[in-house]
């Protein structure tokens, strides 16, 4: 009977034929030389035969084995075939951080199994795309490797000589030219990705792919099939789609429309074990050195390494938990140092290992390492087992100690590993944000009995629901467990949650049905249908009902993490019905649950900014932000509140800093409704700055999303109306050449914007009793169209908008319309508004607007000493707002023929017109003494 056959076998009869010679072991490949190079390099002699007939032994072993192959090959002058897929697997598991190993394994396994994977991964700098790609390259030998970035023309060219296109290539970047079309130059980069497509498909075999951000072809920038400048993911998305062999594309951005998968960076406990896996001699504080000289940047550690490999060798490690004296210390290290929190008191770990820690050898002392006084940490984490033996009674004597030295985490890790499930659920139960702690249980109960299961899916919907992550797999599953239980109220309360999610996805007929006729409920299930209900009185803008629900569910017993929620509804509808003082108290009693009170800080933050305090909005909306990113809240959220904190600093001239904030927010705003969001709010900032053409391209994508999109209707029809608003005014930038900031100044009609403006003045008026955020919005509506209008219809629309309820509203209008009577020409009567100014919110665009009011007023009707006068409050602001300041002056001065004074202001004018030199003088401070 033949003999079965097995990649090793197969590996090994491909040099065979090569070999010839003989030395002390044998002849050169067979089986008694391989045994015994195997002995003399610390292996097993008798593994090689398990190895080559029967595909069995350790991976240790079996990695020896390949090297001794490989270095036949390499005496042959062949190069070695790539190792056996699953050695290949057992490499990259050791190595690859948790994300990287599994789509390696996911892509190796699928090329073996004669299918055609297509896959990308898409990870920052210092996530591993190269670690991944190098590793997939080692078991894919045969593979085309290309790495693009910065001018693509080498990498290209590169691969078109393996393609035999190099002449075509060639041909193609000599057409392409700056003074080209834009869509002339999309049509031959189109051409160039093709030529590409088709080569590669001809060859049929695989690609590994590494992209950057950014690129360059031939000096021009990369455009999409419209023309339109893009990154380098959106351009290459074509080339991706028509490939019809396998790939393994490794971005540093996500492609618009492909599916793909993140990286992370490496964790450290990741970073020690890359480090350790390939220098396996090194001694722990030289592999800690290494680790932290790299930080958490594979590309650094990889490279570190690989210095390091030079002055090392290799060697398998052993496996301690064999050793009859080692083994308890290494099963102990194993499941009391989880790599969430690696450091074990030291009690604790001689109590369950049996001595001191000066009882060990030192060779078990060299498994520890000091992590702080009282503590210790593995060493080498990769001598440790992944499932060590006797767990569970290590997990219940540590769940002991934890239960004697409380430490949350420790105590939900270790009640599960001892399958204490009743003290697990007490503890999520009493609050639901601890399941953050343990991702991945509601997966790992699927064995539990059925009362715990019930027990813990209440609880993962309590955690998500926090979180707004509705849509959650695990969400789904535990709303349908809950909906098929013995108990009516469990099922009664699934049906609160699920109303919840409708709510947060703007489905309020389907929530509202979901919550009639509700059997009795206990207090907190009552509690949470209340907050259901005072979410939909609030949609429907009766803000007494809305309150009155929340009111009743505060009276109720409820636990900690609920009473937060209940107080952050209560002064968000304090806030949305206009009674800021009320919110701004209720809020600050949002205390104990972090991710509750970082949203509180964010309401607070931007209740502040309404009110015109915008430098107090600017630490409440850091502090949420911080919170936020602390709970790792979902990042939807995270992009909102950073995306505002770009707003309020705008608010206060910072548009620098601001559009840092906005733009990160931007670049992760996970969904389209996000982007959208932030587009137009990035718009309006834009339009400050004075960019108009960036703030029309940002406000319109937003605007065309808005228009179009049936996800949360009533948002989205608010967020349109004002996106409207943020596009008119980029009109108005465009058509005057004036950026959008105070002290603001009508300039005559600018009909694009007029023509947004004029009906959504009718639109939004009737809403502003409705909400504040709606009379927030035709506040800024009039005030926009004022400027677009003449002097005198500005001052008659503005007239009976004069008396708001909040200061800082009713503060804009008086200065809108003292702005449309200075510019009819009636200063006296301007002066005279803003002496009926209230003290003003300290927001200094506020001060900017008056002090030019006042300023040219009595330039008009006194003369320039008298303007001088007020203009020595310039100082106080900031530059940008100076230079408004100055410009609006100096177009004043040249409509009074007063070029003179304003040369003299000016410090002289040079080849500048005179609002200009104005612009660049009072941004210097170089402003008027005061006489």
């Known amino acids: 009977m033949a003999r079965k056959t097995t990649p090793w076998l197969e590996l090994l009869e491909g040099v065979r034929p090569h070999l010839s010679g003989r030395d002390h072991r044998g002849a050169k490949g067979s089986l008694r030389w391989l045994e015994a190079v195997m002995a003399e390099r610390g292996g097993r002699a008798g593994a090689v035969r398990n190895i080559l007939y029967k595909d069995l032994g350790a991976p240790e072993e079996k990695a020896r084995l390949y090297g001794i192959i490989a270095e036949l090959y390499r005496e042959a002058g062949l190069n070695p075939p790539a190792p056996p897929v699953e050695l290949a697997l057992e490499r990259a598991r050791r190595v690859l951080g948790r994300d990287k190993r599994r789509y390696y394994r996911r892509f190796i396994r699928a090329l073996s199994q004669g299918e055609r994977p297509q896959m990308i991964v898409v990870g920052e700098a210092a996530t591993g795309k190269g670690v991944l790609l190098a590793h997939v390259r080692e078991a894919v030998p045969e593979a085309f490797f290309v790495n693009v970035a910065g001018d693509l023309g080498p990498a290209l060219y590169s691969l078109a000589e393996l393609l035999d296109l190099d002449e075509a290539f060639e041909a193609l970047l000599a057409r392409l030219s700056p003074v080209q079309p834009y869509a002339v130059q999309a049509a031959l980069q189109g051409e160039v990705r093709a030529l590409f497509a088709k080569g590669l498909n001809a060859r049929g075999r695989v690609l590994l792919l590494r992209a950057e951000r950014d690129a360059t072809i031939a000096d021009l920038p990369l455009r999409d099939a419209d023309g339109n400048r893009v990154r380098l993911a959106a351009w290459l998305e074509p080339l991706l789609e028509a490939l019809e062999v396998p790939y393994l594309a490794a971005l540093s951005e996500p492609p618009p429309k492909l599916s793909y998968q993140l990286l992370k960076p490496p964790s450290r406990q990741e970073a020690r074990r890359y480090v350790s896996e390939r220098l396996p001699h090194l001694k722990a504080e030289e592999v800690e050195a290494i680790v932290n000289r790299a930080g958490r940047h594979y590309g650094e550690l990889s490279r570190l390494t690989l210095l390091e490999a030079v002055r090392h060798g290799d060697s398998a490690e052993a496996d301690l938990e064999q050793d009859p ?76 100690y934890y239960t004697r030295h409380p430490h949350p985490f420790r105590q939900l890790y270790h009640a599960l590993g001892a399958e204490a499930y009743e003290v697990f659920l007490e503890l999520v139960e009493e609050d639901p944000m601890r399941l953050a702690l343990v991702p991945g249980v509601w997966g790992e109960a699927a064995a539990w009995p059925l009362s715990a299961r019930l027990r813990l899916a209440n609880a993962v919907i309590r955690y998500r629901a926090v979180l707004g992550e509705y849509t959650h797999p695990e969400v789904r599953e535990a709303l349908e467990l809950l909906a098929n239980a013995p108990d009516p109220e469990l099922r009664a309360w699934a049906r609160i949650k699920a109303a919840e999610a409708y709510v947060d996805q703007g489905r309020y007929a389907e929530a509202a049905a979901l919550i009639q006729e509700l059997p009795h409920l206990k207090d907190e299930a009552r509690a949470e249908a209340l907050l259901v209900q005072a979410a939909l009185e609030r949609w429907r803008g009766a803000y007494d009902r809305a309150e009155r629900a929340v009111r009743e569910a505060l009276a ?228 926009g169209l004022a400027l677009v209008l003449p002097a005198a219809e500005a001052a008659a629309m503005l007239e009976p908008l004069l008396e708001q309820p909040q200061t800082y509203l009713a503060v804009q209008v008086r200065l809108g319309y003292a702005e449309a009577l200075l510019r009819g020409g009636r200063p006296e009567l301007a002066l005279r508004q803003t002496l009926l100014l209230p003290e003003l919110p300290p927001e200094p665009g506020l001060g900017a607007w008056k002090l030019a009011i006042e300023a040219e007023a009595l330039l008009r009707l006194e003369g320039p000493q008298a303007a001088e006068r007020r203009l020595g409050g310039v100082r106080a602001l900031p530059a940008p707002l100076r230079a408004q300041v100055g410009r609006v002056l100096g177009r004043a001065l040249l409509d009074l023929g007063l070029e003179a004074v304003g040369e003299a202001w000016a410090g002289g004018l040079g080849p500048l017109g005179l609002p200009e030199g104005l612009a660049l003088a009072f941004e210097r401070a170089a402003v008027p003494a005061e006489v």
Not at 369 to 377: D, H, P, T
Not at 381 to 391: H, M, T
Not at 588 to 598: C, D, F, I, T, Y
Not at 628 to 648: I, M
Request: hydrophobic letters at 45%.
């Open 325 to 400: 004296r080692m083994g308890p210390l290494v099963q102990a290290l194993a499941v009391l140092s989880p790599d969430e929190d690696p450091a074990v008191p030291v009690p604790l770990l001689e109590q369950v290992i049996g001595r001191t820690l000066g009882e060990l050898s030192k060779a078990e002392q060299a498994l520890i390492a000091e992590a702080g006084e009282g503590y210790v940490r593995p060493a080498v984490r990769a001598v440790l087992p992944e499932r060590p033996r006797n767990a569970r009674c290590v997990h219940a004597e540590a769940l002991a």
């Open 556 to 783: 109720l017993s409820i636990p900690p993490f609920l009473l937060d929620r209940a107080r952050l509804w209560q002064g968000v509808v304090a806030k949305d019905a206009g009674r800021m003082t009320e919110a701004l108290e209720v809020l600050k009693e949002v205390r104990h649950n972090p991710l509750a009170v970082a949203r509180a800080r964010y309401q607070e933050g931007d209740l502040l900014m309404r009110l015109g305090r915008a430098e107090e909005a600017v630490t409440r909306i850091e502090t949420a932000l911080q919170g936020l990113e602390a709970v790792d809240a979902p990042l939807e959220e995270r992009s909102r509140v950073r995306a505002r904190l770009g707003t309020v600093l705008r608010r206060l001239a910072r548009y620098d800093e601001g559009a840092r904030h906005l733009y990160a927010a931007l670049e992760c705003a996970p969904d389209p409704f996000t982007r959208a969001r932030v587009a137009s709010e990035a718009a309006i900032l834009e339009a400050a700055r004075g960019r108009g053409f960036e703030a029309v391209r940002l406000a319109a994508e937003a605007e065309a999303f808005f228009r179009m999109t049936s996800v949360r209707p009533e948002e989205a029809r608010y967020r349109h109306r004002r996106t409207l608003f943020r596009l008119a005014m980029a009109f108005w930038v465009l058509g005057t050449g004036q950026p959008y900031r105070a002290p603001f100044r009508g300039s005559g009609s600018v009909e694009a914007a007029r023509r947004l403006l004029e009906p959504l003045f009718s639109e939004v008026a009737p809403l502003a009793s409705t909400a504040d955020r709606y009379r927030h919005l035709l506040v800024d509506v009039a005030l």
